[in-house]
């Protein structure tokens, strides 16, 4: 986007250190593609942590625009059932790449493939190898889309978390986000590896999510998880554990409960309650056994399974991650406050968000908020 952005104006050079463009942006899309999100404004914006520092680039870019403008590159989108956005059906991930691949090479932009970034020379330039060979770039402007520290095999290794530290920027140690977190699982529940319990509540103290999870061989993993990893983190670095509150029923009140497993044999309540088998050892995992067996206990504590949370899942493993460069250490523009002509986007920065589009939103959003920020350096720049 930042490279699209600033081709019209000025010339640019892209480094990738890939043998082709997109990779991560391919692996993005094994699930399905999901490009952004429906929500719009002030909806939008809350999905972003910090949202004052997130606030000004999804407010000029948000996914209205970013859906024009991939129309505009012949990639029409629809919104999915729970409100993702999504190439239109039939239009492979692959396919969306090379538009903007396709794109990038119409505007002009120069493309250096097998070129990866290996820090900064004496004077502060960066350093790109390719087969053995080091040189510095050149250039009026550099922005760094350098990627956080998970999904390694795609390059975003965090790498270059040392040479931003040794050019005097201040950086914070990544830790996993949109992850899955590690559960003692009890009785019998690890036999239920790899199924979902959907349409269930979570909480973590006053912060709830709705969706389903999956049980794995480690814990529980899934869509009602991932929003709930900043606050499950939080937890565990101040007091050393967290608590998962999940409500099994989440569109039944307690009392629709209660008549619903009265004056039933125990064997008849997970029926009545339409609970499937995972359901059933997950509430029996984490439930005494007297209020297990004691239907007048089910209608609270269906709707209060307290799962304690041991750790969370790595970086490698997690979809995104927080830390990297401190924003303390970066101008509204996106330029770095002691090197105001080298500007920073994206998965580098000290950010959160969750899945459900938000995260390439984002990516998108700061790609266009950096190179509109060059463009008014170098005009500033060009006026003394």
């Not at 000004?56 to 729970?82: A, C, H, M, N």
């Amino acid at each position: 986007m930042a490279a699209w952005t600033l081709a019209p104006s000025v010339q640019v050079v892209l480094y990738e250190q890939g043998r082709s463009l997109g990779r991560k942006f391919l692996v993005a899309g094994e699930g399905g593609l999901n490009l952004t999100n429906r929500a719009s404004g002030p909806a939008l914006v809350q999905g972003y942590s910090p949202i004052g520092f997130m606030r000004p680039f999804v407010e000029d870019f948000g996914s209205e625009e970013l859906r024009e403008w991939l129309k505009q590159l012949g990639i029409p989108t629809y919104v999915g059932s729970s409100g993702r956005v999504f190439p239109d059906r039939g239009i492979k991930p692959v396919e969306v790449l090379n538009a903007i691949r396709t794109a990038l090479l119409e505007r002009g932009v120069r493309v250096h493939l097998q070129h990866r970034f290996v820090g900064f020379d004496e004077r502060g330039a960066p350093v790109m190898e390719s087969a053995g060979v080091k040189a510095a770039v050149e250039a009026e402007a550099v922005m760094f889309a350098l990627g956080g520290a998970s999904w390694s095999v795609t390059g975003s290794d965090g790498a270059w978390l040392p040479h931003f530290a040794a050019l005097g920027v201040a950086t914070l140690p990544f830790r996993p986000s949109n992850c899955g977190v590690e559960v003692a699982l009890g009785g019998s529940l690890g036999a239920h590896a790899g199924k979902p319990l959907k349409n269930v509540a979570v909480s973590v103290g006053e912060v709830r999510a709705r969706g389903e999870f999956t049980i794995t061989a480690y814990g529980l993993e899934g869509n009602v998880i991932y929003p709930l990893v900043p606050f499950i983190r939080e937890a565990l670095h101040r007091d050393r554990a967290a608590w998962l509150e999940v409500d099994l029923k989440p569109d039944l009140t307690e009392e629709r409960i209660q008549q619903r497993v009265q004056d039933t044999a125990w064997k008849e309540r997970a029926a009545a309650l339409r609970l499937d088998r995972p359901s059933m050892a997950f509430f029996k995992a984490f439930t005494p056994v007297h209020r297990y067996l004691d239907g007048n206990c089910w209608a609270n504590d269906l709707k209060h399974v307290r799962v304690p949370v041991t750790a969370l899942r790595s970086v490698e493993e997690a979809i995104s991650t927080v830390g990297g460069i401190a924003l303390s250490e970066v101008d509204q523009d996106l330029s770095l406050r002691a090197h105001p002509y080298y500007f920073v986007a994206g998965e580098m920065l000290d950010t959160d968000a969750p899945t459900g589009g938000f995260l390439l939103q984002g990516a998108f959003a700061m790609g266009r908020a950096a190179a509109n920020g060059i463009l008014a350096r170098l005009q500033l720049g060009r006026q003394y």
